[in-house]
């Protein structure tokens, strides 16, 4: 992949390297060695300040080539990680595997936002459009989904305005977002004291509440279907062998025990 100014170059190999490259030069300056498996996709971000990996070792990893330093990692997969694709905003990556499943993560908090269901074996592609409001995704069950992506950025970008500068933007003082399991602490963050009672984060958990219940609701409406397709190709097998058999009593002579 290209860096959004053209610049540099990412590849990813069998080697478990990623590997960056000065166009200009020729020149490979610099080699990232974190994954333990093959490395299947790697993707710059939209600032083209970091890059994100995939691999058959079950996880994501995000690098910032300003400090050619690790900054996030993911395992929020069960099976091998096959693509990846960063939302226009930069905010959210999300990814797909063999595990049947595409995940969204939400970069500036350093967790996982949404696992989606829908594809019946591994998803092996997946991409955002130019603007972010719908991705694909491609999978071994010869199924291309078109979704329709429920987070709104500007919205997003308001509820975090306060909170620690976005890593992928900012200098390289700037200190970098947890990743997921940094996040594990058996401490509670001590609770900040306000003099509203319902804050901007209140507004957007409750959103994110109704856009879950809404993908939920979603997911059945598939399975609904789904059930609908086997059901009608129940009824006409059924068809075709009271057919075979009506022919065999028409037959003369035919034994039809």
């Known amino acids: ?86 939302h226009p905003s930069g905010n959210y990556l999300i990814t797909s595997s063999n595990d049947s499943t595409l995940k969204v993560l939400d970069l500036l908090e350093g967790r996982l936002l949404y696992t989606l269901h829908g594809h019946q074996g591994a998803v092996t592609c997946v991409k955002f459009s ?26 997003y970008s308001d509820v975090l305005k306060h909170k620690r500068r976005d890593v992928f933007m900012s200098g390289a003082d700037s200190k970098p977002p947890l990743s997921v399991e940094d996040r594990r602490s058996p401490v509670p963050p001590r609770p900040r004291s306000t003099d509203h009672p319902k804050s901007q984060a209140d507004d957007f958990n409750m959103r994110n509440i109704a856009n879950t219940l809404e993908h939920i609701v979603g997911q059945l409406d598939i399975l609904t279907q789904t059930v609908g397709i086997l059901e009608q190709r129940l009824s006409l097998t059924e068809d075709k062998l009271r057919e075979c058999l009506e022919g065999q009593e028409k037959r003369p002579g035919s034994d039809t025990s």
Request: proline share 2%; glycine share 8%.
């Open 1 to 86: 992949r290209f860096s959004p100014d053209g610049r540099l170059i990412v590849s990813a190999s069998d080697d478990k390297t990623i590997k960056l490259w000065d166009k200009t030069s020729r020149e490979c300056t610099h080699s990232f060695c974190e994954h333990g498996g093959f490395v299947n996709f790697v993707d710059f971000h939209p600032s083209g300040t970091s890059v994100a990996a995939a691999a058959t070792d079950n996880t994501v990893k995000v690098w910032d080539i300003r400090m050619n330093k690790l900054i996030q990692h993911y395992q929020v997969h069960s099976g091998a990680v096959n693509s990846l694709s960063f």
């Open 130 to 155: 130019r603007e972010g409001q719908y991705f694909a995704s491609g999978g071994s069950d010869e199924q291309i989904m078109v979704w329709k992506t429920n987070f709104d950025s500007s919205t």
